[in-house]
């Protein structure tokens, strides 16, 4: 509205996820993703669109700095490629993938731009894909090894943490509906699926706040929706609950509360949830 007036302090950014801006999909040692899979299987996405040069990020990142510096943003929040770190998943560490983004960190501070990391957004290792991705518990284990892995390398300077981007979203469309990557139509595996990734996080958190230091702030990011009822009708209240339960408390509660909330339990894929000692 005219004649707002924004703090000092106000943080003016922008935002991208890796493979919606990267490119360079088979340079210097990066892994395939379940979106290079998903985009190169044909009728998945319109016109055949891939990412396979995106923005061309990759190499076009100091005159992408420079835009940002030249229309006045202070932060930068981007994601991490997980299969650009690590190819596999897993075990060694592609250190070509991690010198890109310690040159990036660095010219964004140098330009005075604050870093803002998301460590997942969307694009899981095909390789792990391969082992069940986030339906298979041990993707919780293969996280932590890779969030260690970053935070280790870039923990020092970059004081700005997310663990997962709007999980959620990329449960329900890329494992209960297909509409995204990783294009599975299971509905039942939701619950299990988004118990790893909850899991994953719980167990990476404490991890990035030792790398990163004291001030490191960390979190998650979730996208969430305002549910409202159309009148006081008890019947219709409930749904209500039932319905924000499945769109914002489903992951809200747990992180906060350590509990599901209890209009789920007694779902389908709730109620028969594998939940480990120690994981809420």
Same mark, same amino acid.
């Given at each position: 509205m005219a004649g707002e007036v924004f703090p000092e302090n106000f943080v003016w950014g922008a935002a991208t996820a890796s493979y919606q801006t990267e490119g360079a999909v088979r340079e210097d040692g990066r892994g395939s993703s379940i979106w290079d899979v998903f985009t190169?299987?044909?009728g998945?996405?319109?016109d055949g669109e891939t990412g396979d040069i995106?923005? /061309?990020h990759y190499h076009r990142w100091s005159d992408d700095i420079a835009l940002m510096k030249s229309i006045g943003i202070n932060a930068y929040r981007f994601s991490i490629s997980w299969p650009r770190v690590l190819p596999h998943g897993r075990g060694i560490v592609n250190q070509k993938g991690l010198d890109f983004y310690a040159r990036l960190v /660095?010219?964004?501070l140098e330009s005075g731009i604050v870093p803002f990391i998301t460590l997942f957004h969307w694009d899981l290792p095909q390789a792990l894909q391969n082992e069940g991705g986030f339906a298979a518990r041990s993707t919780t284990e293969a996280f932590l090894e890779y969030a260690d892995a970053v935070t280790r390398r870039l923990g020092d300077r970059v004081r700005h943490w997310a663990t997962f981007n709007e999980p959620r979203i990329f449960t329900v469309l890329g494992y209960m509906e297909g509409r995204h990557a990783p294009g599975l139509a299971d509905e039942a595996s939701g619950p299990r699926v988004a118990h790893h990734v909850l899991v994953a996080h719980g167990m990476a958190v404490p991890v990035l706040r030792q790398n990163a230091g004291p001030e490191a702030q960390v979190g998650i990011v979730y996208a969430l929706n305002p549910v409202e009822a159309a009148n006081d009708n008890p019947e219709v209240l409930a749904r209500q609950r039932v319905l924000d339960a499945q769109v914002n408390r489903w992951f809200v509660?747990?992180?906060l509360l350590g509990?599901?909330?209890?209009?789920?339990m007694q779902m389908p894929g709730f109620s028969s949830l594998a939940v480990e000692p120690g994981d809420m």
């Open positions: 190169h299987t044909p998945k996405v319109a995106a923005c /061309d /660095d010219g964004l509660e747990p992180v509990r599901y909330p209890d209009e789920l």
